[in-house]
């Protein structure tokens, strides 16, 4: 890129980053991008990353240096990297490594480069937690501040790696299976592989916590129950909500020597605390009001348990957050297809789980079809007439409201549903009032948190048998929700602006196809109102993941689809 007005980057000297999609080197520039920031606005052809402390800190984790991030902005950049820019980068990536944990005789100890530890006095919360300074650079800390400590360091900007040890926990004798229950074959997929060794990495600098982020249908859960298998011990499995409890129990009972006696379930009526138990994060967070303490937290110390997995770790509530910082001698694993929190969280889910062991671009597995190749489209759809004085009259989280329930988007649904026909489809939204008219006029099935578990399962049953091809779901289907034949989504309305709940709805089409292994993912969004900056923030990650969003117009009041039909 010898023409430098060709190079798609401009670097500013705050940490941000601008992407012109419009010039050559775009994507391979996106492809390094990702590695080290977040995506946080697309305007047009302009998208902006932002590089932070976590985002430096989880590259330098990954073995990425500030010199290969300075040289990847300088291939790529317009103009010279800011002298700033650089200093900053390099000043948060060297911090990285110099502090560490570590246990002596039963004593917490906090070694640090001396500069560094230098700069802690000056931090109240962190010299509140020194039991005795035994050197400038050996401090022993109050052993129970292990996980706030942590928390702490990270807030202020100081990461420090986590060496103090793990207690191994109950013996568990299990072992992956060569053969499934269905007289399948079965093998991990090299990737797999990859992430499990990844985390583990016994004796090294995070072996035993960490993330690792795979695309929803590239088998997080195998790699869990394969970690599960290094292990070898008793294990608390939590996640998202009671379908992915019995979706965990069956894996683990079709991919493992365990047997029913040693799984337990630990939500709705089922109370089983068995060497291996799986639990959801509603039934931990219940308690009988506000002032009350949690029910069941206890189920964390029920057992000594020698690994945690937190499926869905994005969605960690801030209750279990705490109850992660008590438990920071316990073997930590959290599995997701987005580290995205909208709430900020990242952090805690940094300095509590671990930094990102394993990252694996959803193109990637798309390349390798580990996944499916999914075509995203967005449909804009102007706001119907009888709408429009009511919108505008409203307050804005009215309009928010009144541009989703758009009347407008009905004949467009029916309309990708004759283009799709025959084809197993979600219609995916936010308000269950929506949903219910929607039902009515399509004679659908629809799927919301009012249905008993029982009724749940039995219609995820039936679309998995294609005796039902088109299920309209609200968000109870956005997480560790099964539905490996769905090819078609539909989705009315979202969370505002939630980029999370934008890559999980695409998710539920990522599972490999036979034949064509091709699925089709349509936004609809009111024209002209809030709803449209909404969805322009909710597309970014799976921007930051290679995907492009066709835009395809609705020119009349009549719902006529403009300009290039959506594909068939």
């Known amino acids: 890129m010898h023409d430098l007005s060709e190079r798609p980057l401009i670097v500013q000297s705050d940490l941000v980053v601008l992407l012109d999609e419009r010039k050559p080197a775009a994507q391979q520039a996106r492809d390094k991008l990702v590695l080290f920031m977040d995506a946080v606005r697309r305007a047009g052809n302009i998208h902006t990353y932002q590089m932070t ?52 005789s039963g004593r917490l100890l906090l070694h640090g480069d001396p500069i560094l530890m230098e700069e802690l006095e000056h931090f109240k919360t962190i010299m509140g937690a020194v039991v005795q300074k035994h050197s400038a650079i050996a401090w022993e800390m109050n052993e ?40 399948r074959t079965f093998e991990l997929r090299s990737y797999q592989q990859t992430a499990v060794d990844q985390y583990y990495k016994e004796g090294t600098v995070q072996g035993g916590s960490g993330v690792i982020v795979l695309p929803c249908g590239a088998g997080k859960t195998i790699v869990g129950i394969a970690a599960l298998a290094r292990l070898g011990r008793a294990t608390l499995i939590l996640t998202s909500n009671s379908t992915s409890v019995k979706q965990w129990q069956d894996e683990l009972l079709d991919k493992t020597t365990l047997t029913e006696e040693q799984v337990g379930q630990y939500c709705g009526t089922l109370k089983q605390v068995r060497p291996v138990t799986i639990a959801t994060y509603n039934i931990l967070t219940h308690r009988k009001s506000k002032e009350a303490p949690f029910t069941h937290m206890k189920l964390f110390t029920e057992r000594d348990w020698g690994l945690i997995i937190y499926d869905e770790v994005h969605l960690l509530p801030a209750p279990v957050f705490r109850m992660t910082a008590d438990i920071q001698a316990t073997r930590r694993l959290g599995l997701t297809a987005t580290l995205v929190r909208e709430d900020g969280c990242a952090e805690d889910v940094y300095s509590l789980i671990g930094p990102k062991q394993y990252d694996m671009l959803w193109k990637t597995a798309e390349a390798g079809s580990h996944i499916a190749a999914v075509s995203c489209t967005e449909i804009r759809v102007p706001l119907h007439n009888s709408s429009r004085m009511h ?37 995916i939204g936010q308000y269950l009032s929506q949903l219910h008219e929607l039902a009515v006029t399509l004679g659908a099935p629809v799927l919301t948190g009012e249905v008993p578990h029982t009724e749940r399962q039995q219609l995820y049953e039936r679309f998995k048998a294609g005796h039902i091809s088109v299920l309209i779901v609200s968000k109870v289907a956005n997480f560790a929700v099964d539905l490996p034949d769905a090819a078609v989504a539909i989705q009315l309305s979202g969370s505002f602006g939630s980029r999370q709940e934008e890559a999980q709805r695409i998710g539920r089409l990522l599972r490999p196809k036979a034949g064509h292994n091709r699925a089709w993912f349509y936004t609809i969004v009111t024209d002209e109102t809030k709803e449209a900056e909404f969805a322009m923030k ?31």
């Open 53 to 104: 402390p976590l985002t430096l800190w989880n590259a330098a984790a990954a073995g990425i240096s500030s010199d290969d991030i300075v040289g990847w902005l300088t291939e790529y950049g317009r103009y010279e990297v800011p002298f700033q820019a650089e200093a900053t980068l390099r000043k948060l990536m060297g911090r990285y490594g110099k502090l560490w944990l570590s246990t002596d």
């Open 538 to 568: 909710r597309q970014l990650f799976m921007l930051e993941q290679g995907y492009k969003y066709e835009r395809v117009t609705v020119s009349t009041a009549d719902n006529v689809l403009a300009g290039e039909a959506a594909a068939q």
């Open 144 to 183: 129970k501040s292990r996980g706030s400590l942590k928390q702490e360091l990270t807030r202020i900007g100081y990461p420090v790696i986590d060496l103090a040890g793990y207690h191994a926990g109950e013996t568990l004798a299990i072992h992956m299976k060569e053969m499934t229950r269905s007289n």
């Open 391 to 427: 919108y505008a009259q409203a307050s804005t989280r009215a309009q928010i409201r009144i541009a989703a329930e758009n009347p407008g988007k009905t004949p467009v649904v029916e309309q990708l549903l004759k283009e799709h026909r025959g084809k197993p489809t979600l219609i």
